[in-house]
């Protein structure tokens, strides 16, 4: 048997899981972004109001988050690597099967539950597997792999809208499919990592796999509650950023541009953001707190931005209210999964990554038809973007029940803690210590 490493390596092949979740993350997420370009043609071909159509893309982001325990579950039996690669032919398959769509239960069924299936399987497993390989420059990792979400959405925008324009939607359908396919070859690189932290045996039953435990621990179950509330707003610009340009007067080239410049900041967000938060110069949850309410602000700006006088205009507002959001929701995403290890420790991640997928689910599944739904009673997007951003300000209020998620009275020595291998915000004894080389604790205040 091939002894456990001290930790982490923080580096080596570390680098190439990272360039595979960046990868993966920019044909899942990345994907979705950009799809809302093809709802309009949906609508128009199936002769469908918005509301219906989104449920295609809605569909598909609920059954990739809801089943993400699941992926993270096999990959606990099986491995990281099988599971990713099965799910990439999965993917591939919803797509090509879609471009044959003779109604919009057929999108459902392939878009929403297969390709959808397809990405439970690929990004909870590859993100939990990047967080094992690294310690001190974790939430980097995460933020620079995370980065692939607006790298592709920078590159698959414009280029859904050139295949849209040339071969149709069932076209674009058919070539998403062949480039999902890559998603195969990327879980190849998930080169399987043993730790001390791990547990000495693959859990047992199908409750312990899925790691409900893990609601049990108080910190954890705080973060869930917010976490659900911020996915009732987070992707509603995944599915609505581009028909909203559309409605404010641009066109389909001005509505590509708004969702590139989003994709710009959210990109160059996540690595400085990921930078900054391994530093440790802030707690990781008063940083999760303070980046979500910043994206549900930038949610109620894009929702009041005004009406462009024609489409040959360039919507300044509109890129600069999505540019806003872009940036502050790019902040975000690295904390989300960076402040895991943290809570749950390196043992737990994979499964606590699934748990955390699963939960914005539920706003996934709520917040785009909801925001459908408002748009076809109002006739534009605005009160959909004013009522999705009250979510994510409310589920970061939540957040502010985490452990040193607010400052206190006065300043004190910090206590000693453990290395987030071990999970830094659980209880432990004070005779813990830090990692070697680890970020320097931060001083905080208390009563």
Not at 42 to 58: C, M, Y
Not at 361 to 373: A, C, D, I, K, N
């Amino acid at each position: 048997m091939t002894p456990k490493p001290a930790g982490p390596p923080d580096g080596g092949w570390g680098w190439m899981v990272a360039a595979s979740v960046f990868a993966v993350n920019g044909l899942s997420y990345g994907l979705l972004r950009s799809l809302g370009l093809a709802l309009p043609d949906l609508a128009e071909h199936f002769d469908r109001s918005a509301q219906d159509t989104a449920w295609v893309s809605a569909l598909a982001l609920a059954v990739q988050q809801a089943a993400s325990p699941v992926g993270s579950a096999l990959s606990t039996r099986w491995g990281a690597r099988p599971v990713v690669m099965v799910g990439g032919v999965l993917t591939s398959l919803g797509f090509v099967i879609s471009a044959f769509a003779r109604s919009l239960l057929h999108l459902y069924l392939g878009l929403g539950l297969l390709a959808g299936s397809g990405w439970a399987l690929v990004f909870a497993p590859a993100l939990g597997t990047l967080s094992r390989y690294f310690s001190r420059r974790r939430v980097l990792a995460v933020g620079l792999a995370l980065t692939g979400n607006g790298a592709s959405s920078l590159l698959l925008a414009p280029a859904l809208q050139l295949f849209l324009d040339t071969f149709g939607w069932r076209g674009a359908l058919l070539l998403l499919g062949a480039i999902t396919l890559h998603l195969t070859p990327c879980g190849a690189l998930l080169r399987p990592l043993a730790l001390p932290g791990d547990p000495p045996a693959p859990p047992r039953g199908p409750l312990a796999a899925l790691g409900l435990g893990l609601f049990t621990r108080r910190a954890f179950s705080v973060f869930a509650l917010g976490t659900a509330l911020v996915g009732g707003g987070y992707f509603v610009p995944y599915v609505h950023l581009a028909p909203h340009a559309l409605d404010r007067g641009l066109g389909g080239y001005g509505a590509a541009l708004v969702v590139a410049v989003a994709a710009v900041g959210d990109a160059g967000a996540r690595l400085v953001c990921g930078w900054l938060a391994d530093q440790g110069w802030v707690p990781l949850p008063r940083l999760l707190a303070v980046f979500g309410a910043l994206t549900g602000l930038g949610l109620l700006a894009v929702g009041l931005v005004p009406m462009v006088g024609s489409e040959e205009g360039w919507g300044g507002p509109l890129l600069a209210a999505a540019g806003a959001y872009g940036v502050s929701a790019g902040s975000y995403a690295p904390l989300v999964f960076g402040v895991l290890p943290g809570l749950v420790g390196i043992g737990g991640v994979v499964q606590a990554t699934g748990l955390v997928m699963m939960l914005m689910s539920f706003g996934g599944l709520l917040g785009p038809p909801l925001s459908g739904y408002l748009r076809d009673e109002t006739g534009d997007f605005s009160a959909s973007f004013l009522v999705c951003g009250s979510f994510i300000l409310s589920g970061s209020f939540i957040y502010m029940g985490l452990p040193r998620a607010l400052p206190s009275c006065r300043p004190v020595s910090p206590p000693a803690t453990p290395p987030p291998e071990m999970g830094e915000l659980l209880p432990v004894p004070q005779v813990a210590l830090l990692s070697p080389g680890g970020p320097r604790p931060t001083l905080d205040t208390t009563c």
